[in-house]
């Protein structure tokens, strides 16, 4: 649970998106695309889903991508190579379903770019033609694009200011895409207004779209029930029913709902961070 090495891949607008390698050898073994672990910083911290972006099995390592925005999210991208995480847990979370679609979309939206990135090279491999479409703010806060396009058949971007590729939604992209051609399945992730977007618009189209949730976890065992979400009317938990599920069948609002129940609790306990610096 030692970080090896830590890179920050962008920061600007109050957002900084670090990447941390960590020796965890049983992991790194076993993890299969769309898994994650769940970690603590400290013995009195939270707990954390965060999706593996990357592993070496021969290195016993694996590759975390975390945006700092609350609070054990901010202490984990205080620490640096030489440091140890105080737990980690994983592979969790069912693996992706990867056969051949023939052609495939990936939507990621802000740091949703690193879930995306294991999925689409996984469906790379099983022959799927590959098209990613990858949203941001702002080009400095664009990663992993290099990785991307090296397994992309057709890549773009946008962004919010204009800064960087098209200005404008992901969801832009997308309509256009459908519009021009078949596909076999939209794969999505990023914040949950883009992704019930996505939803909409797949959905007008009669196309199979999958998301993978970032709900709130706790336990990531199933036995808190904290990250609970509806999906075709009946309760699931996105730590061991997911975290990927068919997209039309979530309930959006509710999911919206419950990710800012501690928002504002949050926010509090991240000022306090802030002013211990």
């Not at 073994?29 to 593996?52: C, D, H, S, W, Y």
């Not at 999505?188 to 207004?193: N, R, S």
């Given at each position: ?7 920050i ?17 049983e992991?790194?073994?076993k ?24 592993s ?9 991508i ?8 901010k ?7 030489g ?13 992706t379903?990867?056969?051949n679609?023939?052609k ?33 703010r702002a080009?400095?806060?664009l990663f ?17 200011d204009?800064?960087?590729?098209r ?6 992209v ?5 519009q021009?051609?078949?596909?076999g399945?939209v ?8 992704m019930?977007?996505v939803?909409?618009v797949?959905?007008?189209f009669s ?9 709130l976890?706790v336990?990531?065992?199933g036995?808190c029930g904290?990250?609970r ?10 730590c061991?029913?997911g ?6 069948l979530v309930?959006w ?7 800012r129940i ?6 509090h ?9």
């Amino acid at each position: 649970m030692r970080i090896i090495s830590k890179k920050i891949l962008g920061d600007a607008e109050g957002a900084r998106i670090t990447q941390l390698e960590v020796l965890a050898p049983e992991i790194a073994n076993k993890v299969l695309a769309g898994q994650f672990v769940v970690l603590m910083v400290v013995p009195e911290g939270e707990r954390i889903p965060l999706t593996i972006v990357n592993s070496d099995k021969k290195e016993g390592v694996i590759t975390l991508i975390l945006q700092e925005v609350g609070l054990t999210t901010k202490l984990l991208g205080r620490l640096n190579a030489g440091n140890s995480l105080f737990a980690l847990a994983g592979p969790l979370g069912h693996p992706t379903e990867i056969k051949n679609y023939k052609k495939v979309i990936l939507v990621g939206g802000g740091v949703g770019i690193a879930e995306i990135y294991p999925v689409a090279k996984a469906l790379k491999e099983a022959g799927n033609h590959i098209t990613a479409i990858l949203g941001i703010r702002a080009k400095a806060l664009l990663f992993l694009e290099a990785e991307l396009k090296s397994v992309s058949d057709e890549f773009y971007v946008t962004t919010d200011d204009g800064s960087y590729g098209r200005k404008g939604f992901t969801t832009d992209v997308l309509t256009e895409l459908l519009q021009k051609g078949s596909f076999g399945l939209v794969y999505a992730v990023g914040p949950i207004p883009m992704m019930k977007k996505v939803t909409a618009v797949t959905k007008g189209f009669s196309v199979k779209a999958v998301v993978s949730l970032n709900a709130l976890m706790v336990d990531a065992t199933g036995m808190c029930g904290c990250c609970r979400v509806t999906v075709a009317g009946k309760t699931k938990f996105s730590c061991v029913d997911g975290p990927e599920f068919e997209a039309d069948l979530v309930d959006w609002d509710e999911l919206s709902s419950r990710n800012r129940i501690y928002l504002e609790q949050e926010k509090h306990i991240c000022k306090l961070l802030i002013a211990e610096k």
